[in-house]
């Protein structure tokens, strides 16, 4: 589906406080796996979704509930084809919520997009999450589609870490 960028901010503002400063509590799951979402229209919704208050959510097959603890040591959303976007929003929330996740495992969820030509955002998110959350020590980031902006994102952060023990890019 191409959502574009107008899409985004539509789903965006569905997120975001309305005019009575009230949230859309209905709204309970929200998938947006192989969207055509712009860079600009991503951010808006990861804000939007870091912002909201609600605990009971899930995005893209993943419960952000269980996300949600400053205790949180492990995450894995192996084969959850989150794609650009969702990587995006996932590592957004992960960086707001999760201050001491040891192991992240984010195989085959299409980070690098599909083309060389796709967002760089996936693995631009992922590297700011590796700088915000100094803990990490076990990372999976295999089966993603790493072009040379992602592989340049992830080198940046591991230039200024020195915690990670493992990290799996085949």
Known sequence: HTVGSEGGEALAAAFAFNVQRTWNASLRNLDLRQTNIDAGASRVLAHAMAERPDQWFAF???????????????????????GVVGIFILCKWLTSTARFLHTVNLRQNWIGGKHPTDLP????????????????????????????????????????LNVIRTLKLS
């Open 60 to 82: 893209n097959g993943v419960a952000l509930w269980e996300l949600r603890s400053e205790i949180l040591s492990e995450v894995d959303v192996s084969g959850k084809d989150l």
């Open 121 to 160: 955002d996936g693995f631009q998110a992922t590297a700011s999450l590796m700088m915000a959350n100094r803990c990490i020590t076990e990372l999976d980031l295999s089966q993603n589609n790493m072009w040379p902006d992602g592989a340049i994102a992830i080198a940046d952060a591991l230039a200024h």
